[in-house]
Protein backbone atom coordinates (compact mmCIF):
# COMPACT_ATOMS: atom_id res chain seq x y z
CA UNK A 1 0.00 0.00 0.00
CA UNK A 2 1.58 3.49 -0.93
CA UNK A 3 0.52 6.66 0.94
CA UNK A 4 0.57 8.43 -2.77
CA UNK A 5 -1.47 6.47 -4.43
CA UNK A 6 -4.37 6.87 -1.32
CA UNK A 7 -4.14 10.27 -1.56
CA UNK A 8 -4.57 10.21 -5.74
CA UNK A 9 -7.33 7.82 -5.11
CA UNK A 10 -9.10 10.02 -2.70
CA UNK A 11 -8.42 13.44 -4.89
CA UNK A 12 -9.89 11.24 -7.78
CA UNK A 13 -13.09 10.29 -5.96
CA UNK A 14 -13.72 14.22 -4.01
CA UNK A 15 -13.04 16.02 -7.64
CA UNK A 16 -14.65 12.82 -10.11
CA UNK A 17 -17.40 14.95 -11.18
CA UNK A 18 -14.37 18.03 -12.28
CA UNK A 19 -11.73 18.15 -15.22
CA UNK A 20 -8.92 16.23 -13.96
CA UNK A 21 -5.48 16.14 -15.90
CA UNK A 22 -2.39 13.89 -14.99
CA UNK A 23 -0.69 17.45 -14.80
CA UNK A 24 -3.05 18.50 -12.22
CA UNK A 25 -2.45 16.12 -10.02
CA UNK A 26 1.08 15.90 -10.11
CA UNK A 27 1.24 19.54 -9.35
CA UNK A 28 -0.86 18.80 -6.17
CA UNK A 29 1.26 15.71 -5.31
CA UNK A 30 4.58 17.68 -5.84
CA UNK A 31 5.79 14.30 -8.28
CA UNK A 32 6.93 13.71 -11.68
CA UNK A 33 3.41 12.95 -13.40
CA UNK A 34 5.52 9.79 -14.84
CA UNK A 35 5.91 8.65 -11.79
CA UNK A 36 2.70 9.02 -10.51
CA UNK A 37 1.26 7.25 -13.25
CA UNK A 38 3.78 4.37 -13.55
CA UNK A 39 3.11 4.18 -9.83
CA UNK A 40 -0.31 3.66 -9.70
CA UNK A 41 -0.60 1.20 -12.65
CA UNK A 42 1.66 -0.63 -10.81
CA UNK A 43 -0.10 -0.51 -7.09
CA UNK A 44 -3.66 -0.83 -8.72
CA UNK A 45 -3.31 -2.61 -12.27
CA UNK A 46 -5.31 0.28 -13.92
CA UNK A 47 -4.31 3.37 -15.19
CA UNK A 48 -5.12 6.87 -13.43
CA UNK A 49 -7.29 7.49 -16.91
CA UNK A 50 -8.89 4.29 -16.95
CA UNK A 51 -9.59 4.13 -12.80
CA UNK A 52 -11.18 8.07 -13.61
CA UNK A 53 -13.29 6.79 -16.39
CA UNK A 54 -14.25 3.66 -14.93
CA UNK A 55 -15.22 5.21 -11.68
CA UNK A 56 -17.27 7.97 -13.68
CA UNK A 57 -19.20 5.23 -15.87
CA UNK A 58 -19.81 3.10 -13.00
CA UNK A 59 -21.38 6.65 -11.27
CA UNK A 60 -23.62 7.11 -13.87
CA UNK A 61 -25.00 3.86 -14.33
CA UNK A 62 -28.08 4.37 -12.07
CA UNK A 63 -29.09 7.36 -13.81
CA UNK A 64 -28.95 6.18 -17.14
CA UNK A 65 -31.35 3.30 -15.93
CA UNK A 66 -33.89 5.35 -13.29
CA UNK A 67 -33.82 8.74 -15.62
CA UNK A 68 -35.55 10.21 -18.86
CA UNK A 69 -32.37 12.39 -18.78
CA UNK A 70 -30.60 13.30 -22.33
CA UNK A 71 -27.40 11.06 -22.54
CA UNK A 72 -25.77 14.23 -23.20
CA UNK A 73 -26.95 15.85 -19.28
CA UNK A 74 -26.41 12.67 -18.01
CA UNK A 75 -22.32 12.51 -19.92
CA UNK A 76 -21.92 16.12 -18.68
CA UNK A 77 -23.08 15.59 -15.03
CA UNK A 78 -20.89 12.80 -14.81
CA UNK A 79 -17.18 14.64 -15.85
CA UNK A 80 -17.14 14.18 -19.18
CA UNK A 81 -16.81 16.76 -22.02
CA UNK A 82 -18.83 15.10 -24.65
CA UNK A 83 -21.63 13.18 -25.22
CA UNK A 84 -19.44 11.27 -28.18
CA UNK A 85 -16.71 10.98 -25.69
CA UNK A 86 -18.92 9.63 -22.81
CA UNK A 87 -20.75 6.72 -24.76
CA UNK A 88 -17.39 6.12 -26.23
CA UNK A 89 -15.89 4.90 -23.14
CA UNK A 90 -19.33 3.54 -21.77
CA UNK A 91 -19.38 1.43 -25.00
CA UNK A 92 -15.47 0.45 -24.11
CA UNK A 93 -16.69 -0.55 -20.63
CA UNK A 94 -19.95 -1.46 -20.26
CA UNK A 95 -19.90 -3.36 -24.12
CA UNK A 96 -22.80 -1.81 -25.33
CA UNK A 97 -23.76 2.22 -25.91
CA UNK A 98 -25.98 3.87 -22.88
CA UNK A 99 -29.37 3.30 -25.06
CA UNK A 100 -29.08 -0.85 -25.21
CA UNK A 101 -27.94 -0.42 -21.47
CA UNK A 102 -30.87 1.21 -20.70
CA UNK A 103 -33.19 -1.11 -22.31
CA UNK A 104 -31.13 -3.88 -20.84
CA UNK A 105 -32.40 -2.30 -17.41
CA UNK A 106 -35.77 -2.03 -18.74
CA UNK A 107 -35.97 -5.73 -19.72
CA UNK A 108 -36.39 -4.44 -23.00
CA UNK A 109 -36.88 -7.33 -25.40
CA UNK A 110 -35.03 -5.83 -28.81
CA UNK A 111 -31.95 -6.28 -26.67
CA UNK A 112 -30.23 -9.37 -27.94
CA UNK A 113 -29.26 -12.08 -26.00
CA UNK A 114 -25.47 -11.45 -26.52
CA UNK A 115 -25.70 -8.07 -25.39
CA UNK A 116 -27.24 -8.90 -22.24
CA UNK A 117 -24.15 -11.50 -21.21
CA UNK A 118 -21.79 -8.49 -22.79
CA UNK A 119 -23.34 -6.31 -20.46
CA UNK A 120 -23.32 -8.76 -17.40
CA UNK A 121 -19.83 -9.72 -17.95
CA UNK A 122 -18.43 -6.55 -18.27
CA UNK A 123 -20.70 -5.14 -15.22
CA UNK A 124 -19.08 -7.82 -13.03
CA UNK A 125 -15.83 -7.04 -13.94
CA UNK A 126 -16.39 -3.52 -13.70
CA UNK A 127 -18.01 -3.80 -10.08
CA UNK A 128 -15.09 -6.36 -8.81
CA UNK A 129 -12.37 -3.93 -10.26
CA UNK A 130 -13.38 -0.83 -8.44
CA UNK A 131 -14.44 -2.85 -5.31
CA UNK A 132 -10.31 -4.43 -5.47
CA UNK A 133 -9.53 -0.44 -5.61
CA UNK A 134 -12.08 0.38 -2.88
CA UNK A 135 -10.70 -2.29 -0.76
CA UNK A 136 -7.28 -1.38 -1.31
CA UNK A 137 -8.03 2.30 -0.14
CA UNK A 138 -9.88 1.42 2.98
CA UNK A 139 -6.68 -1.33 3.92
CA UNK A 140 -4.79 1.77 5.48
CA UNK A 141 -5.16 2.72 8.78
CA UNK A 142 -7.62 5.29 9.87
CA UNK A 143 -4.77 7.42 11.78
CA UNK A 144 -2.97 7.98 7.86
CA UNK A 145 -6.68 8.40 6.37
CA UNK A 146 -7.29 11.31 8.50
CA UNK A 147 -3.84 12.70 7.86
CA UNK A 148 -3.86 12.00 4.01
CA UNK A 149 -7.61 13.82 3.79
CA UNK A 150 -5.45 17.53 4.37
CA UNK A 151 -3.54 17.74 1.03
Known amino acids: MDNL ?3 VLEYIDNNIYKKITIDELSRIFYFNKDYI ?7 LGITI ?7 RIYNSLEEIRTTDDMILKVSIKHGFLSQEYF ?3 FTKIIGVNPLTFKKFTKLNTS ?7 IIRKNLTELKYQLKKIDNYKQ ?10 SKY
Request: hydrophobic share 30%.
Open 49 to 55: IDYINKR
Open 111 to 117: ISYEEIE
Open 87 to 89: TET
Open 139 to 148: SIPQETVKKL
Open 5 to 7: IIK
Open 37 to 43: MRKFKKE
